[in-house]
């Protein structure tokens, strides 16, 4: 699942890499893991790759709604807003393999002529793989290698070859040069501004404007980014990702639950407890007893 992280001066995710002098991060997860089935909304560098290997799930992307079945995929390119969630209520496993742009860069040519064009192409922020395609069942083909040999000795080597395959696919069929309408780019960095403040800050008591203030904005603004782009209100973000912080804490240490309601910044181990089971169906206690799932 996803790693704890740090962020950049550009606010995107410091992605926890499988090996931290290779730039790939490869993994399995359920939705499950996740409060009320939706994952955690990110952005970063690396270009990412979600695989559904079973179940289904919708993918938002920039506040653009795509649903993958069984055997689909979508890519999501840099600096992008996105998450996963599930759309029927049901749990999804998937393979999720991040891989930064750098590992494409053979020589400056390349990187000026083919990579960059395409990681700053605001045509592109994602593109569908679905099982149906011939060339697009290839890619999810080339990730699955990728999956399936991330613990041999040489899975660097596959990393490499699958990724300048994957950008060959991608780049010769990809139809990206139709000129529409960007998304509101001064929309998009204001809630990223919010999110990392809400991320920064989770500990302590977090209002309504002080959310809106983090993205320059007024609170009607700010909840209809949030709406706009994540499909929820700026408090559910913030209960949210206190509660993905919770889980860390209840997989990995003996710290007591009423300790871990306060260090996740709600007030009362009661109301804690009610979101935890609000959202992931099950109690805290019961979620650490099972922790084999982290």
Not at 64 to 69: K, V
């Amino acid at each position: 699942m996803e790693r704890c992280s740090t962020f950049n001066v550009d606010l995107s995710e410091n992605v926890a890499y499988n090996d931290p002098s290779f730039p790939a991060y490869i993994t399995r997860g359920f939705l499950s893991f996740y409060p009320d089935l939706r994952g955690c909304t990110h952005w970063h560098e690396d270009w990412e790759f979600i695989v559904v290997v079973s179940g289904a799930e919708v993918y938002n992307v920039n506040g653009n709604l795509i649903r993958l079945e069984e055997g689909d995929a979508i890519f999501v390119n840099s600096r992008q807003i996105h998450y996963g969630f599930s759309e029927d209520g049901k749990d999804c496993e998937f393979v999720c393999i991040l891989l930064n742009p750098s590992l494409l860069c053979a020589n400056k040519t390349f990187d000026e002529k083919f990579v960059k064009p395409f990681v700053y192409n605001i045509n592109c922020p994602f593109i569908k793989l679905s099982k149906k395609i011939p060339w697009q069942k290839k890619a999810v083909k080339l990730l699955m290698e990728i999956y399936a040999r991330k613990d041999s000795g040489t899975w660097q080597f596959v990393v490499q070859r699958n990724f300048f395959s994957l950008f060959e696919l991608i780049y010769s069929n990809a139809d990206v040069s139709i000129e529409v309408p960007a998304k509101n780019s001064s929309g998009l960095n204001a809630l990223k501004l919010m999110m990392v403040f809400i991320q920064d800050n989770y500990k302590k008591k977090i209002l309504l404007d002080d959310i809106a203030s983090a993205g320059f904005c007024c609170k009607s603004k700010c909840s209809s980014l949030f709406t706009q782009y994540l499909k929820e209100s700026p408090i559910t973000y913030l209960i949210k990702y206190r509660l993905k912080i919770s889980t860390e804490l209840l997989c990995k240490t003996d710290i007591p639950i009423t300790e871990i309601a306060y260090e996740c910044g709600f007030s009362g181990t009661s109301y804690f407890c009610e979101m935890f089971h609000r959202y992931y169906q099950t109690t805290a206690l019961e979620f650490r007893k099972n922790s084999s799932v982290c």
